[in-house]
């Protein structure tokens, strides 16, 4: 959200062309500040961490080579903490995955003219205008630009508030 998803195509087909890391780019452009791309950097990273838990099966391979430095922008990362939040979100999807028990779902809105002072934050907002009795999860995920494991959350709070329901449950 701190650029628009032009400027953003924009900026990754310069930093294509001339190989730099996105990121550098964005600061170098004054776009965005070094400290926002941290922060940005930072919850991307997170956000993998947190994905690799979730993953059912794979494959590893590990390839030893040198790291290029510099395109590295470090970033400090609390170990202790994102291996809680992990643990605490692969319990809690446990939970989610009970009423939604896949990506291939379709909901619907319901009736929310019968229902009295709707307070939504701006990223329900989001999710709800992305319902649409076509879309399936895995969709409303990839347009969204959010995580699954916060859209599954949302998703079961619209349920259990019955402002959702399944298409064809």
Do not use: C
């Not at 307070?119 to 907002?125: A, C, G, H, I, L």
């Amino acid at each position: 959200g701190l650029i628009s998803d032009e400027k953003l195509e924009q900026f990754l087909k310069i930093s294509i062309e001339k190989n730099i890391a996105l990121g550098k780019l964005l600061v170098e452009e004054n776009v965005i500040s070094l400290d926002a791309l941290k922060a940005m950097i930072k919850k991307q990273i997170e956000e993998i961490f947190y994905d690799l838990f979730f993953w059912e099966g794979g494959k590893f391979s590990f390839d030893e080579t040198e790291p290029d430095l510099n395109r590295i922008i470090a970033s400090p990362l609390d170990l202790v903490f994102l291996v809680l939040e992990a643990s605490r979100r692969v319990d809690e999807m446990t939970v989610l995955k009970e009423h939604i028990p896949n990506n291939h779902i379709v909901f619907k809105i319901t009736d929310l003219s019968k229902k009295k002072d709707i307070k939504f934050v701006s990223n329900e907002w989001s999710i709800l205008n992305l319902i649409d009795g076509q879309r399936n999860i895995q969709d409303i995920i990839e347009a969204s630009k959010l995580d699954k494991f916060t859209i599954y959350k949302m998703l079961f709070s619209l349920i259990s508030s019955g402002y959702i329901q399944k298409v064809n449950p």
